[in-house]
């Protein structure tokens, strides 16, 4: 089972990851560093996955739009809080959300764009999230 909370400007609501699939925008281009420190400095940092994930991993690369260009950072397949997971969405864009915590097989994970322009937070198994494998 996996469990979502979006948050939108200050209001949270509960979705369904079916409902969060749907939702997922096609296109995760990311800026100039300049563009994405401007976006981390905004509390509305919500319609990037990439710019969300950075601004939480600085670390994070640079370059990452496709799915493929994220599978390519992969360095474990171990969950950790600090990591970034790297998520097949089925679309060629993929996606990558920021692992809060980590507790048993449950993965916590915070992110942009998910669903559709909002930031929130969903928690599972690797499995259930999809989750094909972490930049730590």
């Known amino acids: 089972m996996i469990t ?17 699939d749907e939702a997922q925008l096609s296109s ?14 905004s509390a509305t940092n919500c319609d990037n996955c990439v ?20 599978v390519a950072i992969i360095n474990t397949q171990t969950a950790s809080a600090g990591a970034v997971a790297i998520i097949n969405t089925g679309s060629e864009w ?4 920021y692992v809060t915590s980590v507790s048993g097989s449950t993965i916590n994970i ?7 322009g ?14 094909v494998g972490f930049y730590k």
């Open 110 to 116: 915070a992110e942009g764009n998910w669903p559709n």
């Open 51 to 70: 710019y969300y994930a950075r601004c939480r991993k600085p670390s994070l690369p640079y370059g990452l739009t496709s799915y493929s260009d994220k």
């Open 4 to 20: 979502a909370t979006v948050a939108s400007g200050c209001i949270a609501s509960d979705v369904s990851d079916e409902a969060a």
């Open 28 to 41: 995760e281009d990311v800026g100039t560093a300049e563009d994405e420190l401007l976006a981390c400095a």
């Open 118 to 131: 909002s930031c929130g937070t969903r928690s599972g198994t690797k499995t259930g999230l999809k989750i």
């Open 94 to 97: 993929g996606h990558v959300a």
